[in-house]
């Protein structure tokens, strides 16, 4: 009577623990995978309301000349630090005037800068100096438009 001896012990053993591996390493890149998609999501929203923050400092500075005479516009004092948000917003305006024919137009160029750190300060040639800035979690947007008046 012959005996056999098994000759594949523990093969079951190996491919578990190459599964086990397997699936670990798919958890690891799936949890990886998930942060990320997270971080982009909240840095997006972020973007959004850092633009609608400085979009405020815009309507800030508009708001201050269009109320004023034509004759006697002038432009607010600038830089000008407001709080949007929790935002740091830094609105700036330049006036330049030129004669067309009788009259003398001024044209009026506003700018705002948005900071998403409560420590940010604004700086004589509107922008904004950030200690933060390099962050990961740092927004920062600019909007510059020109108005006739």
Known sequence: MKIWAPTQRGFAAIAAIFLVVVLAALGGFMLTFSNTQQLTSAQDVLGSRAYWAARAGLEW?????????????????????????????????SMQSYAEGSSTPKV???????????????????SIVSPAAGNVGYIER????SMER
Not at 120 to 126: E, K, Q, V
């Open 61 to 93: 500075g508009i708001g201050n000349v269009a109320v004023q005479s034509s004759a006697a516009a002038t432009c607010p004092a600038s830089p000008t630090k407001l709080t949007v948000d929790s935002f740091i917003v830094c609105a700036c305006c």
């Open 108 to 126: 009026f160029q506003f700018t705002s800068v948005t900071s998403s750190t409560a420590t940010a300060t604004c700086s004589s040639t509107c």
């Open 142 to 145: 600019s909007i510059t438009v």
